[in-house]
């Protein structure tokens, strides 16, 4: 059998493998990006970047709390001016090396959204991926653009009127139907969605203090804990549209990203797991990948990609609740 | 990892700015070098050079909103620790080891001159200040049977100059430098020891947030200043472009060092 193809095409662009660095984990400078794409990630993610810099929330931001991470970073960016140069820099070193570079950006307002799209297109990410899905600054930002498919649609339109660039929509777990609001920003134009964001938000507490450990009171869930999760919403997302997906969430080994592609996703997502595994993550779970479509005789990812097995419940697998006998 | 959350045990004043604080904890698997992110819960947290394992030891200068918070605290009050974090220094080899600090820097280069002294081995320690207030932990250092040289600008104590004029000496005897305080301070050490090839290690500090390689928010050149130092080599550091140059703030955006010692374009 010849050598597995691990290289996938989103919207017309070339990933060398389906790892992708997620937004906000490491992606403040272009040295990092650089890094991440050099230690063998297929593409990379920029932090969310607005209109304006933006210091975020006093720490603590993030912290381990044994099964995951808890954040609330409060969307902290230098504002798009200076990531525009930044990603324009790691464009200009990664895309000879095959990595691809994504933008990410938020907005306050559904026009300021158009905005930041097209102050960061010259740039010339291969990809902006939106983000409508932080769960950490409601009432803010993102929850309310991502709460209902509509306002979810108008932000998806507004970015695609701003910018020549392929879209993808993140989309947060955080919603009841995910499905219907992946329908409603591909209806609107979404090239493709990226999900999850964070879970939640959550609550940790320290009890000696009890205060609350993270400053901001919630902050979003991340990491292992949210993999099931997020297996479920790219299937879900998977069934309901036909546009290329980023599964994010928990993704820390091959059998992760696996599950990913098995579930329907085109690429994978990797962001807390470096905390625990290092930037070697990215090569791993390549090599895990390759290992694993070489066991199962698959020449491309599209072999096993979005593969679920079927299984309705049968009247023969419905639990029977045995009813009380008279004594 | 979640903060220990425990009680000040002790608060030692080190000169009108700078307290050391010792908390009703330890910390034994930390190195010289290495950090723990201090948190006042409700306030802020911050990082902070760890000065001795058992009992957990930090000492702090008063230099904005966070670190008044911890000097305004009373012993018996609890503040919350997480680390030990970043790779400190390397204390192997033989022969005279240089300590160059400056500020509260002198403070991190203690627990190293502790250990190196508990095997006995041959110690300098070069501090500097702007005036002979400014100076910190001279007594212990010499106590641990240190060697101790001071500069002040100033002249009110030791020879008048920076830091680097009270190495001189120690300079010709060195095997190797460690090094910690302000970054204008450590690129001059850095030019030093690379010219006169002495090995040197040197913490560096950036703007943090997580902590433990998270957020990328203390990118130095795309070094990790809270994993992969705060303790880098000379020879390392020379590598970096932005080492001396540029630091970044909480937003993430760059800025050029200013003034006296920042290295040029
Ligand atoms: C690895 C490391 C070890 C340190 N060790 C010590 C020490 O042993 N003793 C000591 O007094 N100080 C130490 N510091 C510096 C200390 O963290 C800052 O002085 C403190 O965060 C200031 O906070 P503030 O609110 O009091 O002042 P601010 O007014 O907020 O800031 C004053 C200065 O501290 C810097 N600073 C502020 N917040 C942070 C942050 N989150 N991370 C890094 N720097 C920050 C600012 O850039 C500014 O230069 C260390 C810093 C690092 C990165
Ligand atoms: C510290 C931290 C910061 C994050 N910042 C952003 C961000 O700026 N923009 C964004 O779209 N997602 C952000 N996320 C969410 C991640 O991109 C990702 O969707 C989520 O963490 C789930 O993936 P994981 O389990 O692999 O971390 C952040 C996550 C973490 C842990």
Redesign the interface.
């Known amino acids: 059998m010849s050598e597995p193809d691990l290289s996938v095409t989103i919207c017309g662009v070339r990933l060398r493998n389906p790892t992708v660095l997620a937004s906000?984990?490491?992606?403040?400078?272009e040295?990092?990006l650089?890094?991440v794409g050099e230690a063998g990630a297929g593409a990379v993610t920029s932090?969310s970047c607005g209109l304006k810099?933006?210091?975020?929330y006093?720490?603590?931001?993030?912290?381990?709390?044994?099964a995951g991470?808890i954040?609330a970073?409060g969307l902290?960016?230098?504002?798009v001016d200076?990531t525009m140069e930044e990603v324009r820099t790691a464009k200009r070193v990664l895309k000879p090396k095959g990595v691809a570079v994504i933008a990410s950006i938020f907005a306050e307002s559904v026009w300021d959204f158009g905005v930041v799209a097209q102050k960061i297109s010259p740039a010339e990410p291969d990809l902006i991926e939106v983000n409508i899905s932080c769960p950490n600054v409601e009432h803010e930002f993102g929850q309310f653009f991502c709460a209902t498919p509509y306002v979810a649609a108008q932000v998806t339109r507004r970015v695609k009127q701003s910018t020549d660039i392929p879209i993808i929509v993140k989309l947060s777990p955080n919603e009841a139907n995910i499905a219907e609001i992946a329908r409603a920003v591909v209806d609107a134009g979404a090239d493709a969605v990226s999900a999850i964001n964070t879970l939640g938000p959550g609550m940790?507490i320290?009890i000696?203090?009890r205060?609350p450990?993270i400053?901001n009171r919630i902050g979003g869930i991340s990491g292992a804990a949210i993999h099931p999760i997020a297996v479920r919403c790219v299937n879900d997302i998977a069934r309901a549209v036909p546009v290329p997906i980023v599964g994010i969430g928990g993704n820390a080994a091959a059998r992760d990203a696996i599950e990913m592609i098995i579930a329907g996703a085109h690429a994978v997502g990797i962001g807390?797991a470096?905390?625990s595994r290092g930037l070697a993550v990215f090569a791993e779970t390549t090599r895990g990948i390759e290992a694993y479509m070489r066991q199962h005789n698959f020449a491309r990812l599209d072999d096993f990609r979005n593969s679920v097995m079927e299984t309705a419940p049968t009247a023969g697998s419905r639990i029977v609740i045995p009813q009380p006998t008279e004594p | 990892?979640?903060?220990r959350?425990?009680p000040i045990t002790g608060i030692i004043p080190e000169n009108p700015y700078t307290k050391t604080f010792i908390l009703d904890d330890a910390i034994p698997q930390a190195t010289p070098g290495q950090f723990v992110?201090l948190?006042i819960?409700?306030?802020?947290?911050?990082p902070f050079a760890i000065v001795a394992r058992e009992p957990l030891t930090i000492t702090v200068a008063a230099v904005g909103p966070f670190s008044r918070a911890l000097h305004a605290l009373n012993i018996g009050e609890?503040v919350?620790w997480r680390g030990p974090f970043g790779h400190g220094f390397d204390l192997g080899g033989d022969g005279e080891t240089l300590l160059i600090g400056g500020g509260y820097g002198v403070a991190a280069l203690y627990f190293a001159a502790s250990e190196l002294r508990k095997q006995s081995r041959d110690v300098t320690v070069a501090m500097g200040g702007r005036a002979a207030q400014d100076l910190l932990f001279e007594e212990r250092l010499c106590a641990l049977g240190a060697r101790v040289e001071i500069a002040t600008e100033d002249g009110s104590r030791g020879v008048r100059g920076l830091v680097t004029d009270a190495a001189q000496e120690a300079l010709m005897r060195a095997k190797r430098i460690l090094a910690c305080g302000p970054e204008a301070m450590l690129a001059a050490v850095m030019r030093l020891a690379l010219a006169k090839n002495i090995p040197a290690q040197l913490a560096v500090e950036r703007y943090m947030?997580?902590g433990?390689?998270?957020?990328?928010?203390c990118?130095l050149?795309?070094k990790?200043v809270c994993m992969d130092g705060p303790v880098f080599t000379a020879k390392e550091l020379s590598q970096l472009p932005e080492f001396g140059r540029v630091h970044?703030?909480?937003?993430?955006?760059?800025h050029f060092f200013q003034g006296r010692g920042a290295r040029r374009i």
């Open positions: 906000g984990i490491l992606g403040l400078s040295d990092l650089i890094r932090k810099p933006r210091a975020g006093p720490n603590p931001v993030v912290a381990d709390w044994g991470l954040n970073v902290s960016n230098p504002g200076a940790v320290d000696e203090s205060a450990i400053s807390s470096i905390y | 990892m979640l903060p959350v425990v992110m948190w819960p409700g306030v802020d947290e911050k609890k919350g947030k997580c433990f390689g998270i957020c990328g928010q990118t050149s795309g990790l970044r703030d909480a937003t993430g955006a760059a």
